[in-house]
C-alpha cells in the first residue's frame, strides 16, 4: 500500500512537471501572447513551484512510511526466526530428554531382567 502511494506520489510529481513544462512552452511558442497571458506567467510558476513542493512533501511521507513498513517487517521476521529458532532448540531438548528417559528405561529393565535371573538361579 505504502509502496503504491509512493510510486503514485512520484508520478504525480512528474506528471505536473511535465504539465507545467507543457503549458509554459505553449504561451512561450505562441505567436503572438497575450500581455495579460505574459503577466501571468510569473504567477502561475509561482504557484507551480509550489504545488511541487507539496507533491515532493507528499512523496518523502510516503517513502517515510514505507521505510518505517519495510523496518517493521524486517523486525518481524527477525522475530519469527528467533522464535523459530527457539521452538527448534526446545524441541532438540524435548527429544534429548525423551532419549535419555528411555535409555535409562531401557537400562533399568535390564538390569531388573539380570536381578530376576540371578535370583532364580539361587
Given amino acids: 500500500m505504502c509502496n503504491e502511494r509512493a510510486i503514485q506520489a512520484k ?3 512528474e506528471r505536473h512537471l511535465s ?7 505553449e504561451l512561450i511558442h505562441s505567436s503572438k501572447p497575450q500581455a495579460s497571458e ?3 506567467l510569473e504567477p502561475f510558476r509561482r504557484a507551480a513551484k509550489q504545488q511541487e513542493a507539496r507533491l515532493r512533501e507528499n512523496c518523502i511521507r510516503c517513502e517515510n512510511a ?8 524486517l523486525a518481524a521476521q527477525r522475530r519469527l526466526r528467533l522464535l523459530e529458532n527457539l521452538s527448534d532448540r ?5 527429544r534429548y530428554e525423551v532419549d535419555r528417559q528411555l535409555e535409562e528405561l531401557a537400562s533399568d ?10 535370583t532364580r538361579k539361587t
Fill in 11 to 13: 508520478t504525480n510529481i
Fill in 19 to 25: 504539465d507545467v513544462l507543457a503549458r509554459q512552452t
Fill in 38 to 40: 505574459l503577466a501571468a
Fill in 66 to 73: 514505507l521505510d518505517n513498513q519495510r523496518s517493521a517487517a
Fill in 90 to 94: 526446545r524441541l532438540a531438548e524435548h
Fill in 109 to 118: 529393565s535390564h538390569l531388573a531382567g539380570l536381578a530376576r535371573a540371578l
